[in-house]
C-alpha cells in the first residue's frame, strides 16, 4: 500500500500545501486501485500529478468541512463536462449523510438531481466496512465538532514478490480531539495518519475539536500504532513544535507529513 500526501495544511491550504486529501494505493495481483481520502481545498489541481481523475476508484469523506471535501465541487465538473465523456461508471463517494446535499448547495444546484448523476453517493455506517478492490475502509466516529466525523481504517491485502498474501493497516485521523474512537480505528496500525493542529500551552483552552502532538503521541501509543505521520498542521502551528511534543510520549517513528512525499505502508 502507498501513501501520498497530496494537500496536508490545516483549516485551509498553504503556501505549499493544499487542505486535506491524500491518495492511497494498492495492486489486487489483477490491477492498481486508487482511492483518495478527503479532497479539501486546493487539492484536485495538486492530485492530478499523482494520477489520472479517471484512474480514481473511490472517494471517502471524513466529514464536510471545506477543508477536506469542498473540491468535490471541481470533481463534478471533470466529470460532467469532460469533452467526450468521462468514460467511467458514476465515481463512488462516501462521506456523512449529508454529503450529496451539501455539495450540490455548494456548487448552486438543485438537490434533485444535484450532483447524483456525476457520484455515486453512499452514507458512513459507524463501523460497517466498506470494500473496494484490495481495500477495505471501515469509518469510526470521532471527536469534532460537526454532526459526523470519522477516523477511517484502511485495510489492504496485496501478493507480495512470491505471491503471499500481506495484509497492511493505515488509519488516518480525520480531524478529531482525544476518543476511544480514534484509538479503535488506530489498533495496531502499520502507519497512522493523524492531525496535530493545536499545540500544547497554546490551545489548552479549546475542546473537543483537534489533537496536539502531544495527543497524537498518547492515542498512537495507545493504540499500538507502530508508526505516526503527523498531518493538517495549519499555518500558524510550528511542525517542530508537534514533533517536540509527540516523541517523548511515542516510542516509534514520528515525522510530519509533507505534500508530494510518498510513504509505503
Known sequence: M???IVGCTGSFPGPGSPASCYLVTA????????????LGSGALGAIQRYTDLEDIDAIFLTHLHPDHCMDLCGL????????GGWGRDRLPV????????RMATAYGL??????????????????????VGPFTVTPYGVNHPVEEAYALRVTATEPDKDGTPVTRILTYSGDTDSCQGLEDAARDADLFLCE????????????????TGKRAGEAATNAGAKRLLLT???????????MSEA???????????????????
Open 196 to 211: 496535530a493542529a493545536f499545540e500544547e500551552g497554546r490551545d489548552d483552552g479549546i475542546k473537543d475539536v483537534h489533537l
Open 247 to 265: 516523541k517523548p510520549v511515542f516510542a516509534g517513528d514520528v515525522a510530519v507529513a509533507v505534500a508530494g512525499v510518498h510513504y509505503t505502508v
Open 76 to 83: 463534478h465538473v471533470a466529470v460532467r463536462w469532460k469533452p
Open 27 to 38: 495492486h489486487d495481483g489483477e490491477r492498481e486501485w486508487k482511492i483518495v481520502m478527503d
Open 232 to 242: 493538517h498542521i495549519p499555518v500558524w502551528t510550528s511542525q517542530t513544535k508537534v
Open 110 to 131: 438543485d438537490l434533485d438531481p444535484g450532483m447524483h448523476e456525476e457520484f455515486d453517493f453512499t452514507n458512513w455506517a459507524e463501523q460497517k466496512p466498506v470494500a
Open 2 to 4: 502507498k501513501l501520498t
Open 94 to 101: 462516501w462521506g456523512p449523510a449529508a454529503t450529496a446535499d
